[in-house]
């Protein structure tokens, strides 16, 4: 590896400065990104459409000096592959054809052959691999069983979460037997990234606290601990090193440090000073300038770079990124304006 400081920082090894990715780096705030999914045609000819994907996964590092690449996919494939009709309404989001909203379908569902199905992401981890030529890590990624849950459930995006907070009362061993399935499915296709070459791996769990804290444990937190456990950890003398992302954890980081993730994300809400009490140093922390800041000027994106390494403070274990992921509106220069104020303002916290 020509830079290997995000491997590094997650396993809270010493580095020179920060380092610095952003979640959804490859994406629609990038007008080479815009012009690439007009010529797939949608969303999702592009993600499986390997040549198109690993462009779109490099195209970041040609802008900005990230020390990262993150696989241009999408949290749903799995139950695409799972046979449940996943397509795109514009301004709405993704919608299922065949939603899993009962126990007799939750109950119907099988692990889905993944190197079969979702070949087209393994084939796109291996050209980015290529690509990159060790200039970065890869990082490949999953949804969390519960957040994929919540998009099988409701057949959609949903902020109530009806149906599957219905169930988790209701019948809460059939949700265990969702996530169940869910968790097998997903250290199937995490492992068959690393396989592909994924260096590092994150698992996305958007809405796990959205449930109370108790049902947090049992459904989500543990769903991603059993995932956790069957992972490929060390490929080629290298260890794999994985991130857990719950958004809004809050308090609850303290019991993801638990849960055997080498780094925890952590959103804008909770300060990484705070964050660092609740895990007691346990794991390397990713975040969390809110994403928000990037909407400001250049002067104010560096000063919330400066506020957000403060609060860290010194020493290893500290992956610099958003609270949650750019968004569409963002002038991509003001993304470099951040890279440059980590790049700038990172060192003297690693002397």
């Known amino acids: 590896m020509k830079n290997d400081l995000l491997l590094r920082a997650l396993l809270r090894q010493p580095v020179e ?52 690449a993150i696989l241009f996919s999408d949290i749903l494939t799995i139950p695409d592959a799972m046979g449940l009709g996943l397509y795109f309404v514009s301004g709405e989001g993704p919608k299922f054809e065949r939603p899993v909203q009962n126990a007799a ?47 099988m459930v409701e057949g959609g995006s949903n902020r109530d979460f009806p149906t599957i907070k219905g169930l988790a009362a209701e019948a809460p061993e059939v949700l265990d037997h969702l996530m169940n399935i869910m968790a097998e499915t997903t250290i199937h296709y995490l492992n068959a990234q690393i396989d592909a070459g994924a260096q590092a791996v994150q698992i996305f769990d958007t809405w796990g606290a959205v449930l109370p804290p108790d049902d947090f444990r049992r459904f989500s937190m543990a769903s991603m601990e059993k995932i956790i456990d069957g992972l490929t950890r060390q490929k080629d003398g290298s260890q794999i090193p994985v991130i857990v992302f719950t958004k809004n954890a809050g308090p609850l980081l303290s019991d993801l440090a638990n849960i055997g993730c080498d780094a925890l994300g952590v959103d804008w809400t909770t300060d990484l000073a705070t964050a660092r009490e609740y895990v007691n140093d346990k794991v390397a922390l990713q975040g969390n300038l809110d994403p928000a800041t990037l909407r400001e000027s250049p002067e104010v994106i560096r000063e919330g770079v400066a506020n957000t ?43």
């Not at 981890?125 to 519960?146: K, M, Y």
């Not at 968004?327 to 002397?351: C, F, K, M, N, W």
């Open 309 to 351: 390494l403060a609060s860290y403070g010194d020493g290893p274990g500290h992956v610099f990124n958003l609270g949650h992921g750019i968004t569409p509106d963002i002038d991509p220069e003001h993304l470099g304006a951040l890279v440059q104020a980590v790049h700038d303002l990172s060192p003297a916290y690693h002397r």
């Open 17 to 68: 400065r920060t380092p610095v990715w952003i979640m959804r780096q490859a994406g629609r705030y990038l007008p080479e990104y815009r012009a690439l999914r007009a010529e797939a045609g949608d969303f999702m000819s592009l993600c499986q459409n390997p040549e198109l994907a690993c462009e779109v996964t490099i195209q970041p590092l040609r802008r900005f000096k990230l020390d990262a």
């Open 105 to 151: 379908a939750i109950k119907a569902l099988r692990v889905p052959d993944v190197e079969k199905k979702l070949s087209y992401v393994f084939e796109t981890v291996a050209r980015v691999r290529r690509e990159l030529n060790g200039d970065v890590p890869l990082i490949g990624f999953a949804g969390s069983p519960f957040t994929v849950a919540t998009y």
